[in-house]
C-alpha cells in the first residue's frame, strides 16, 4: 500500500517564541515587595499561598499552551499535504502562505522533454535545457530542424551474435520465433539523434551503465512492433489510433502488422529455451570459481528469470498488454533464451484449492489475466505461504502496516523464493513490478545493469532519472544526499517520509507525478501540464491537435528512460 507523504512544516517559531516571552515576561517582572505591593498581592491571588496548588495551575497553563502550539502545527502540516495521484500538490499558492512550500516548488518548469521529432539533432549539437551553466529560464521557443519528422532504424542492443568476436567466446545462438510458423520477433525502432534543448538526467548516468544517450525513441518505433498503431482486426491492439500517426508506417516495413491473436508467450519461450539450451548451464557442469578472474575459451551463460508480481482482480489493459509483450521479446526471445519472463499471481481468496485444483487455476487465469499470458503465470496466496514458512515469528520493533508477516505487503520475498526453490534452471533473479515502464530496449536495461560480476549484484542500478524543473544543483545534493556525510541513506535521507515529496517532480518514484504526465504525453494523449500548485490542472497540452500542428515539433521522443508509477495510459482508463 502506498504511504501518502506530507510536507512537514515546523512548529510555528512565533508560537514557540511567544509562549517563552510570556512565561519570561511574568518571571523578570517580579519586582521587589516595597516597589510593586500591588502586584505580588495579584500573583498570590492568582496562584495562591498553596505549594500544590501552584504547581497543578501551572502545569495546566503549560498544556494549555502546549496544546496551541501542537494545534497550530497541525493545521500547517494539513495546509501543506502532499497527496498521491492526481491530488493537492499544495493546499496554499506561493503568495498565501510560501512557507509551508518546498524549495522546489519555486523553480520554474522545463520545457525540452516535450520537443519533438522535427527538433532532432545529432547529439554533437545538442544543448540540453538544463542541467546548463547558462541555465536562467526555461525555453520558450523550438527550432525546427526538419519539415517532416525524419525515419527511424532497428535498434539491436544485443550482441552481434554472428560475429567472430562472439563466437570465439560463446555458443552460437540459434534465432527465436514467435510462433510455431517462424513469424520472427519484430524489431524496436529508433531514432539518430535527440530533441533539441531535451534535458539531462539530474541523478544517474548513461555512460555508468553503457546505455546509448545519442538515440531516441517515439511510441510508434517502442510498440509499434508489439500491436500499437493498428486495429485488433489486424491483430494489433487499437491503441493509438487516435494519436499523431506520420511516417509510423516504417516500423511495420520489415515484418508487416504481426497478428498477436493466437501468440502464447510460455510456448515462445520454451521453444527459444529449447532451441539454445546448449548455450547455457546445467546440472552436470562443473562450477566453476569466479575468484580465479575471467574464463578463457568458449563459455556457457547462466539463465535469469525476470518475475513480475501481479494478482488477482489488475486491470490489464491494451498498454499493459503491449508493455509485457515488448518486455518479452526483446529480453527473452530477442536474446536466444537468456532471460524467461513470469507472473507471480496473488490470489486474495484464501480458500482456493490453487495448488491441487487445476480447474480452479484455470477459473483465475480465465477472469485475470490475458489468455496470451497464462502458460507463464504462477499463482500462490498467504494461506499457501503460511504452509511454506510454518511456525511463530516474533513481534517485530514496529509494523506501521498492521499486515502478516505472510502477506505481499512484508513478505514479497516469499513467493519469490518458492518460486526459486522449484526452478534450479535459474541463477538470477529480477523482481518486477507492474506500473513500471521503459521507453528504450529492455535488453538493453537489463544487461547493461547486471554487466557487473554476477556473484555480486549492485544494491542499485544508477539509472537517469530526470527532473520537472530546474533546481539549483546545491538543493538537487541537499534534497537527495541528505543523510549523514551526505549519503542517501539514514536520517534526513530523500526516503524520509518527510522528504518524499522531493520526488513528485522525478521521473522514477512510488509517488511521482511527473512520470505519469510524461509517459502519457510521450504516448501521444493531451495533459494537463500540472505548471500550478495542483497537479492535474494546468493548461492542456499535448495530444493529437498539438502535436498534428503546423508550428508543433511533432510527437514526442525520449531517451531510454525509466519511469514509475504508471497507474494508468490512456485517459480513458482512468478509474
Known sequence: ME???SFLSNRSSRSNSATSNTILHEKSELPPPSQHKKTKLR??????HCLYR??????VLILVIMSMVLLKTAVHTKNGRVVGGDGFLSGNSPEEQNTNHPVWIGYKHLNGYFNGLKSLVPVSNHTAEWPNPGYKEPITEVTLTHETAPLPKPYRPQPDYESAAYLAAHPRVNECFLDEKKTPVPDTWAFQGLPQSMPDPALGDYNILGIRNDICFDRFGRYGPYGLGYSAQEGG????????????????????KIDYTNVDWGDAQERCVARNQHRFVNETDEV?????GPAKGIQKLERTAVLVRTYVGFRWTQHVILNFRAMIAELALKSGGEYTLHFLLHVKNLDAPIWSDPSVVQDILDANVPAEFHTICTLWSEAQMRLYYPGTFSEPFENPSNRDIHGVYRSAHMPMQIFALQHPEYAHFWNWELDMRYTGSYYELFDRA????????????PHPVYLDRGWQYEQIEAAFN?????TSGGPGSPFDIENEHNHKGTSWYFNSEFAGLTWRRWLGYAQMDGRTNRAGEGTMRGGLQEESSAMSSGRMCLRSMLVHPIKFENPDERS
Open 237 to 256: 491492439t487499437g491503441e493509438g489510433l487516435d494519436t499523431e500517426r506520420s511516417g509510423s508506417e516504417v516500423v511495420w516495413s520489415k515484418t508487416g
Open 288 to 292: 566453476r570459481d569466479p575468484t580465479l
Open 43 to 48: 500573583m498570590r491571588a492568582l496562584l495562591g
Open 482 to 486: 541528505g543523510g549523514r556525510d551526505g
Open 54 to 59: 501552584r504547581v497543578t495551575l501551572w502545569s
Open 3 to 5: 504511504r501518502v507523504s
Open 450 to 461: 547486471a554487466a557487473g560480476p554476477r556473484s555480486s549484484r549492485a544494491a542499485y542500478a
